[in-house]
């Protein structure tokens, strides 16, 4: 059977950015940048005063106390057009553009005002509390890249930046089709044959959450008919997944009938656990991902596959460097030859280490201990006994989204 890592780089190797579209800045958090973003302005555009006090010539304060001519007032947006001359000051404002002549701020709590005169109580050094023209960024810097995730600081700078429209990847439409004929909805009558559709929910949420627009195919019955009208349906999407029947079952109609409508298969079944029935493959240009229909396999191949192929699709930078390391919560036996994916909590230790540690019940039908982890740790092939404290590689449930 394929390696995990030999389906990844499969993966990885068929699936191409969606095109890009121009957005607001308002509809921009989260977004995927197509271009790289550079400054329409230099900010601050002049230099400007870093704190409320009084704007001098360092050289008429080197002996303090000094008594100096307060001969205006600027705030921010609206300076003094004069030339600061010998044994004068200008009262400032934190933000407003530092007048012609001054080369220190003098802080208020170090000046004493008295009518039109200041008397400064402390020298100020050259260029204290002064912000110099282009000190963040200057116009045509480039400080967004291509690639990226734009959280809401990044949004910001844009804005900083006098950049109102950002072309960005537009949200990947991901196809999402559950089979079994036992299939319900929740909420409708159930017999002792029938099963809840979970598997829906938990994708369709998994694609919302990473980005994506999903697009509801509903439940295709065990049937060949069935499944191709549901196949036509997908059209226009960037990316169809099937929830269930990927497996060599009799029902198990995924493969032959995407291969009867002209679609290819590049793997099926790996080796894995859970997860081991994923198949990928191509309807004409669609990409075609079809997870385990067993709720738990489904949860974890989503994590492998799907949530670095969205972030593939919406362009995203590294999408396929999901792994991190965390110290292992407690001892492991020896693994045979499929990669295992093992449930686990996430904690941080009393020295700051990310420590995982599995659940002792590791059944693929516990759906509960799926929904309460927050990691999976990963087993290689073989891998040997592991101890508590050993270095493992995770993958972690969350989206690690750019929040803030």
């Not at 020298?123 to 002064?130: E, V």
């Not at 109102?164 to 990847?169: A, D, F, I």
């Not at 590689?393 to 803030?404: H, Y």
Request: contains cysteine; proline residues 8%; aromatic residues 4%.
């Amino acid at each position: 059977m394929l390696t995990v890592m030999e389906a990844l780089r499969l993966i990885r190797d068929a699936v191409r950015p969606v095109p890009a579209e121009v957005v607001s800045l308002d509809q921009a958090w989260g977004r995927v940048l197509a271009t790289d973003v550079e400054a329409r302005l230099t900010h601050p555009p002049v230099a400007v005063s870093a704190m409320d006090g009084y704007a001098v010539r360092s050289a008429d304060v080197t002996t303090v106390p000094a008594t100096l001519s307060v001969v205006g007032a600027a705030a921010a947006g609206q300076g003094v057009t004069r030339t600061l001359g010998r044994g004068e000051a200008v009262r400032i404002l934190t933000g407003a553009p530092v007048p012609d002549g001054a080369d220190a701020i003098v802080i208020q709590e170090d000046a004493e005002l008295a009518g039109d005169h200041v008397t400064v109580r402390a020298a100020p050094k050259l260029g204290r509390f002064i912000r110099e023209a282009g000190l963040d960024f200057k116009s045509g810097d480039r400080l967004l890249k291509a690639g990226q995730a734009l959280s809401a600081r990044d949004v910001a700078l844009c804005a900083a930046m006098n950049v109102p429209w950002l072309t960005v990847r537009r949200r990947p439409r991901v196809a999402v089709l559950a089979t079994g004929s036992e299939l319900r909805m929740p909420g409708e009558p159930l017999d002792g044959s029938r099963i809840v559709n979970s598997n829906s929910f938990l994708v369709a949420s998994a694609v919302r959450a990473l980005g994506g627009e999903p697009l509801a195919l509903g439940i295709a019955a065990d049937e060949e008919a069935s499944l191709r009208a549901a196949f036509e349906a997908a059209a226009g999407a960037d990316l169809l997944i099937t929830l269930g029947g990927a497996s060599v079952g009799d029902r198990d109609l995924v493969r032959p009938v995407l291969l009867q409508e002209g679609g290819t298969v590049t793997f099926q079944n790996l080796a894995m656990r859970p997860g081991k029935p994923t198949l990928f493959g191509r309807l004409g240009l669609l990409p075609v991902l079809g997870l385990p229909g067993n709720p738990v396999s489904l949860g974890v191949a989503a994590v492998v596959f799907l949530k670095p192929m969205l972030a593939a699709l919406a362009g995203l930078d590294r999408a396929f460097d999901q792994e991190e390391t965390a110290l292992l919560g407690r001892a492991l036996p020896a693994n045979d030859g499929r990669q295992d994916y093992l449930r686990s909590t996430l904690a941080l230790d009393a020295s700051g280490n990310q420590v995982a540690t599995p659940y002792p019940q590791q059944d693929s039908a516990m759906l509960h201990i799926l929904a309460a982890a927050d990691c999976l740790v990963i087993r290689p092939p073989h891998a040997p006994p592991a101890p508590a404290g050993e270095p493992v590689p995770i993958l972690r449930f969350d989206t690690a989204g750019p929040a803030v």
